[in-house]
Structure formats: C-alpha cells, structure tokens
Nanobody, 123 residues
Framework: QVQLVESGGGLVQAGGSLRLSCAASGRTFSTYAMGWFRQAPGKEREFVAA????????YYSDSVKGRFTISRDNPKNTVYLQMNSLGPEDTAVYYC????????????????WGQGTQVTVSS
C-alpha cells in the first residue's frame, strides 16, 4: 500500500514557477510508476506527466511538454513536479498517483491517489 500527500500548491503570477511535491508512505514507493494529473473546475481530470519506477523514463502531456518536469527521489519517497512558464490555463487541483506500470495516462490505470493541491495562476 502507498499513501500519497501532495504539497507546494498556491497562487502564482502568470509566467512564474511552482514546484509540487508528493510524499509517499511505505517502503514500496520505488516499485511504482508515478503520475501527476490535474482537474480544473467543471472539467474532467487530465493527465499531466508520468515517471517510471527508476526515474529513467518520463512522459508528458502535450499541453505541458517543455514547461513541466517530473522527477522522483526514491530514498526520500518523494515525487516532484516542477512547473515553469505557468499560465491561467494551468489553474487546477493537482493530484499525484501511483501505478503498477509506466506510461499510463488514464486515471483508471492508477491505483493510489493523493488528496490534491490547488494551483492558481493569476493573469
């Protein structure tokens, strides 16, 4: 089992940056592929980024490619999402999630979820 807790969200001006963190409980963190999703009010949850269990492979949504970077630190049981060049369209609740296999972009492919952290980008 894995428990996930996101942090680092907040209010940022357009063009600015934020780094989200996802802290995982348990010693099995390194066996999971991790992903970030986001959900804006009135919209469906959408895929943002994914990283393999070793951190050697990453995959991004076209909407964030080149602006966001996903990384993980397995000894610290933590996955990160560095978000640069933020715009109002990035405003959403951001969720981290754990899956058994890398490369999945559907929410149903992820077994464990955090509670989410709000990111608001002002124009």
């Amino acid at each position: 089992q894995v428990q996930l807790v996101e942090s680092g969200g907040g209010l940022v001006q357009a063009g600015g940056s934020l780094r989200l963190s996802c802290a995982a409980s348990g010693r099995t963190f390194s066996t999971y592929a991790m992903g970030w999703f986001r959900q804006a009010p009135g919209k469906e949850r959408e895929f943002v980024a994914a990283i393999s269990w070793s951190g050697s492979s990453t995959y991004y949504s076209d909407s964030v490619k080149g602006r966001f970077t996903i990384s993980r630190d397995n000894p610290k049981n933590t996955v990160y999402l560095q978000m640069n060049s933020l715009g109002p369209e990035d405003t959403a609740v951001y969720y981290c999630a754990a899956a058994a296999a890398f490369g999945r972009s559907r929410p149903s492919d992820y077994r464990y979820w955090g509670q989410g952290t709000q990111v608001t980008v002002s124009s």
